[in-house]
């Protein structure tokens, strides 16, 4: 062998264990993460999408649910800013208030958070969403009722919600929403209450998205095999 492919050898050889040490000396090391950042504001949203505001809305919810969560770490709900993650949700039902994407996110993911400040956001901001139009969107209110009764253990807050729903007109929403307030006065457990809230709305809200009611499906199954 030739000097020079002697010494090309040697050098990539010691490039590869050099490779292979600083490999190994940074196995365990992962970026931080920097939180949730603050939104923009309503009217600079649009152009930071090319002034597309429903790619923007799809683009920046597929982001609120996977944030935190990459390059092999998982961040606890609990360590979320969820004033600046309430604003996010403010902000996407601003750019299309008829879009159920954000809603879902935070009934059943930011719902979950073990985080009672950050669950007194989520369930204002469900309020909001099915006060304004209960018709359509009851079953947020439903839903703000029951992380207010069984995961705040909040009573009055519960009542609030459901009073609301009972003094809808009748023939706008199925006749259990109106009878929310005797649901949250029963003393039933909290995975059992969450089971049957969820099988009541699969069985009776017939404008589920099929990707909506595959996540309520997988809800329930999680919940019943949590009771076991």
């Known amino acids: ?37 603050p939104p923009p504001p309503l009217l600079i949203a649009p152009a930071m999408a090319l002034g ?30 969820y004033a600046r993650l309430g604003a996010w949700l403010d902000l996407l039902d601003r750019l ?19 985080d009672p400040e950050g669950l007194r956001r989520i369930v204002a901001y469900l309020g909001r969403i099915g006060a304004r139009d209960p018709a359509r969107n009851w079953r947020w209110l439903t839903h703000a009722a029951y992380l207010a009764r069984h995961r705040l253990h909040d009573l009055p807050l519960a009542l609030a919600v459901a009073r609301h729903l009972a003094g809808l007109p009748e023939g706008e929403v199925p006749l259990w929403v109106r009878q929310m307030p005797a649901f949250v006065l029963a003393e039933v457990g909290e995975r059992e209450a969450a089971r049957d809230l969820m099988a009541t709305i699969l069985a009776t809200d017939a404008d589920l998205a099929p990707d909506e009611a595959a996540l309520i499906e997988q809800f329930i199954d999680r919940q019943e095999v949590e009771q076991r």
């Open 1 to 37: 062998m030739s000097k020079a492919r002697r010494g090309a050898v040697i050098v990539l050889a010691a490039a590869l264990l050099l490779h292979g040490a600083l490999a190994l000396h940074h196995r365990e090391r992962r970026a931080d993460w920097s939180g949730v950042p």
């Open 52 to 81: 597309d505001s429903q790619l923007f809305y799809r683009a920046a919810a597929f982001a609120l649910q996977n944030m935190g969560d990459g390059g092999g770490r998982v961040t606890p709900l609990v360590d979320y800013d």
């Open 96 to 114: 299309d208030p008829e879009a159920r994407y954000a809603p879902t996110l935070a009934a059943y993911y930011f719902g979950q958070t073990p």
